[in-house]
């Protein structure tokens, strides 16, 4: 996880999307964690930080192949952030239905592929993200969450795709996503 992964120059997205690590590092050229590339992409949906580690993985297709054991459907990522900033053409190639989204969550909350130190590691990341998944909810809920919203062009937003696992005070699991 401490791994350092260069964020190069080649992985700047040019007009800038939502990106706190290119508004850190405007000119790239530095090592980044392994973790805070993760931590970046799951709490604050940085869209550099997600190319970073789809470039890591070789491609979308190392993300689906990982999916589709799992047994969750309606899934489907086919190009990376980069190119739907510069098209927004391909964003109906890339979906995720909301049943499908919460199938993953539930395989998340109950029967992790991930080790313990992981998903604790995802919950504290995903508690910090910030998002609308949380209002209205009886005290002591807590919400471990990944938020998703898309440009707004011409007034239009093509997608907003928040998805949480809401822990209610009595310790039940509620999943949700908007």
């Known amino acids: 996880m401490d791994q350092p992964i260069l964020f190069r120059k080649s992985d700047l997205i040019l007009p800038k999307p939502y990106t706190p690590l ?3 590092y405007p000119q790239a050229g530095v090592d980044v964690s392994l973790r805070g590339l993760l931590q970046m ?6 869209n550099t930080a997600a190319d970073i580690l789809l ?3 070789d491609s979308p297709r190392i993300v689906r192949e990982y999916i589709a054991p799992l047994g969750v459907r309606g899934f489907e990522l086919q190009d990376d952030e980069r ?4 098209d927004h053409a391909p964003q109906s190639r890339n979906w995720f239905e909301p ?5 993953l969550l539930r395989t998340i909350a109950e029967r992790s592929p991930l080790t313990t130190e992981h998903i604790a590691l995802l919950m504290e990341w995903m ?4 998002g609308h998944l949380g209002a209205d909810l009886p005290n ?4 471990a969450h990944q938020t998703g919203h898309s440009d707004v062009d011409n007034g239009v937003a093509a997608a907003t795709n928040d998805i949480g696992l809401i822990t209610r005070a009595d310790g039940s699991l509620r999943l949700l996503h908007s």
């Open 22 to 24: 290119q508004a850190k």
């Open 41 to 46: 992409t799951v709490s604050l949906s940085d």
């Open 55 to 57: 470039r890591l993985g």
């Open 83 to 86: 190119a739907l900033h510069r």
């Open 99 to 103: 049943a499908g989204a919460v199938q």
């Open 127 to 130: 508690s910090a993200s910030s």
């Open 140 to 143: 002591g809920s807590r919400v």
